[in-house]
Nanobody
Framework: QVQVVESGGGLVQPGGSLRLSCAVSPSDFNAYSMGWVRQPPGKERELVARTIFGVRIEYGDSVKDRFTLSVTNNKNMVDLEMNRLKPEDTAVYYC?????????WGQGTQVTVSS
């Protein structure tokens, strides 16, 4: 059984920064892809950022040039650095792990951008 554990999140003022972290247990369970999606209030989930390990990193259009996804070499941890946050970034952020036909999700962490 794979567990996806998220940390970080919270309340931040517009223009501020936050860092989200995601780790998978057991630690030797390497993914093909990991990333973050978010669900704003009353809206559908949308891609924030994802990595296909060793191939590329992709970002949603609304976060390009503001968010940065970083990965570890052992393919089971990803961090999301979020800068210049806007009120419209307010959402529950979910980390996911994917390999083959398997998908595992974290419980979600709330990010609120408000003055």
């Amino acid at each position: 059984q794979v567990q996806v554990v998220e940390s970080g999140g919270g309340l931040v003022q517009p223009g501020g920064s936050l860092r989200l972290s995601c780790a998978v247990s057991p630690s030797d369970f390497n993914a093909y892809s990991m990333g973050w999606v978010r669900q704003p209030p009353g809206k559908e989930r949308e891609l924030v950022a994802r990595t296909i390990f060793g191939v590329r990193i992709e970002y949603g259009d609304s976060v390009k040039d503001r968010f940065t996804l970083s990965v570890t070499n052992n393919k089971n941890m990803v961090d999301l650095e979020m800068n210049r946050l806007k009120p419209e970034d307010t959402a529950v952020y979910y980390c996911y792990w994917h390999r083959g036909s398997l998908d595992y999700w974290g419980q979600g962490t709330q990010v609120t951008v408000s003055s």
